[in-house]
């Protein structure tokens, strides 16, 4: 360690700042860089490992409450304190792999020790995934690489944490080449290790791109939303925005919901008619009482019958009591069966109040393949998309400052378990990717006064490694983390025992 060096004095501070400025870019959002991704953490590390363990977790805190800020406002949810708060303590959570890595570097070999971060990184954002309510919409380094298609593809091998733990490995290859002031023989394990790793990644995704199998069929596919000329006329008829309905006020609720379902039932009828096979609504884009459910469900039924279509329809129903609506998705099929009905399973912390579902999306065999649903929010979560199927509908219902960030999240969730992925949104962007992340369709709600997604999508979706396995490359970040942490101590113990 005689050739090992530190920044010190101002200089420690200006990587600092370098480190803090280009994670506000790092993260998804709408202004994401995706380079930033790779980079932030180089100059933060740089900072921790030359100072104290107190100036490391002052070092954390200053970097996680700035891009809290940063990453809450431009999703405009500053004002909604449980969410800022939430997004506060995972970036904190977020942060603390720094610190292992400040505790553990000096203490194992070169080589070794740049797996510390990575393993460490990969292992805190999976277990926050699995626990916190905000699933993966905050905090994986990869989420900003969805149009990466070769790196994509390692995500059906290793899930989303396989990229970030690629990305995460930059800074201790970095500072170690930079400790030891580029010295070849100090660095000759680390560089060629770590950029042989990334090469194969690419090489191997993009061998998986080009050796993809042309599809079989195609089926038609139109997504819809509700036309804002049609929404606009609901408001004026009622805005409905009392968190209870009393019943004087439901005849005129019915007529305003009666604007925006009719708007949506003819639009699926010109859709049909243009030979779609499949109409998928967004979340919530139907609105119906409680009472009036039934009735809106056999009209739904007798136009999926007539026009020989799949119905995937987003509904909001308004219900008296606790909660006050549900959230569900419901598929018709050709023969006026209803295939499906499933509840949101993961409403959004701190802006929905619904019973959530069992989270176990249903799988519909049909002649186009077997058709799965989920909602929105719920492709946040790679746990709840883990299911065999061939196309996967996910109704969603964003609102600027999130649009761009929340539909690439989606696009993962395709790749980890092979099938093709529709996800019609309003007030936000829609998308359809092949099970290979390639984009098949794209459109924006707010340019657009009816806004249509008309796509052919592939009725036969592919296996995955990450489909038979799940989390088990994050499980074995875990144990590496831990086994990290303990080996200098059975290096320790040993050694006394010799001696």
Known sequence: MANTSFVTGRRKYAWLAAGIALELFSMNSEWSIPIAGWL????????????????????????????????????????????????????????T?????????????????????????????????????????????????????????????????????????????????????????????????????????????????AMAPTAPSLVRVAGISASLAAENRMREIDNFHT??????????????????????????????????????????????????????????????????????????????????????????????????????AHPVPGMESLRPGDGVPPVSETPYGRLANVICFDADFPGTLRTQADIMFVPANDWKGIEHMHSANAVFRAVENGYALVRQTSNGIAITVDAYGVNLARTNYFSTAQQSMVVSVPTRGTWTVYGLVGDLFAWLCVATVVGLAVLPLFRRTRHQGWS
């Open 40 to 95: 932030f953490s180089i100059g933060l590390m740089r900072f921790t490992r030359s100072s104290g363990v107190l100036a490391g977790f002052g070092c954390v805190g200053l970097s996680a409450t700035a891009v809290t800020v940063v990453y809450v406002a431009a999703a405009g949810q500053l004002g909604v304190l449980p969410i800022l708060l939430g997004c506060l303590i995972l970036n904190l959570i977020l942060s």
């Open 243 to 344: 968190p209870q309905v009393l019943p004087e006020q439901k005849p005129v609720l019915r007529k305003a919901f009666a604007v925006l379902n009719d708007d949506l039932f003819a639009h699926s009828r010109i859709e049909a008619d243009g030979g779609a096979k499949i109409v998928a609504w967004s979340e919530t884009a139907a609105v119906v009482l409680n009472e009036d459910y039934a009735d809106f469900l056999r009209k739904a039924q007798d136009l999926a019958e007539e026009k020989q279509i799949y119905l995937d329809m987003g509904i909001a129903v308004i219900l008296d009591g606790q909660p006050h609506s549900r959230d569900i998705a419901v598929l018709v099929a050709p023969d006026g069966q209803v295939l499906s009905t499933f509840d949101k």
């Open 97 to 209: 792999p720094l610190l292992v890595d400040r505790l553990l570097f000096r203490r194992l070999n070169p080589f070794v020790g740049t797996l510390v971060f990575p393993a460490a990184r990969a292992a805190v954002e999976f277990l926050v995934a699995a626990i916190s309510p905000l699933g993966t919409i905050f905090g994986p380094l990869a989420a900003t690489q969805s149009t990466n298609l070769p790196l994509l593809q390692l995500v059906s091998v290793t899930g989303i944490y396989g990229i970030s733990f690629l990305m995460a490995w930059v800074a201790p290859v970095v500072n170690v080449a930079l400790e030891r002031r580029l010295s070849w023989p100090s660095i000759r394990t680390v560089t060629p290790a770590y950029v042989s790793v990334l090469v194969l990644v690419l090489i191997g995704g993009g061998l998986r791109l």
